[in-house]
């Protein structure tokens, strides 16, 4: 069983960045496609991006195309999400996680394994 720990969140103005890290301890985590998720209280938690095994094919939510990239070190264990050019609608609880298949699925009911989740909060 994978474990994801999630960081990098913080509170930012609007139109600023934050990089969010996805790590994991687990041996196998290059074989893991690896998505990040985000929720606001009352709602259903929402695709943001994910990425393949190895890093060549990734997938962005048209929500924050253009200002949210992905990428990975499989030699770290660790997957980031670049996010630039904020905004309030941003803010959300951010989470990592982990699937064998790819592409991965965009609803979060497909899962199993889930990080703690690091909080994003854009200021206006």
């Known amino acids: 069983q994978i474990q994801l720990v999630e960081s990098g969140g913080g509170v930012v103005q609007t139109g600023g960045s934050l990089r969010l890290s996805c790590a994991a301890s687990d041996g196998t985590f290059s074989t893991y496609s690896i998505g990040w998720f985000r929720q606001v209280p009352g709602k259903e938690r929402e695709f943001v991006a994910s990425?393949?095994?190895?890093?060549?094919?990734?997938n962005i939510s048209n929500s924050v195309k253009g200002r949210f990239t992905i990428s990975r070190e499989n030699a770290k264990n660790t997957v980031y999400l670049q996010m630039n050019n904020l905004e309030p609608d941003d803010t959300a609880v951010y989470y990592c996680?982990?699937?064998?298949?790819?592409?991965?699925?965009?609803?979060?009911?497909?899962?199993?394994?889930w990080g703690q989740g690091t909080q994003v909060t854009v200021s206006s």
């Open positions: 990425i393949s095994r190895n890093g060549v094919w990734w």
């Open positions: 996680t982990a699937d064998r298949d790819w592409p991965l699925a965009m609803s979060p009911a497909k899962f199993e394994y």
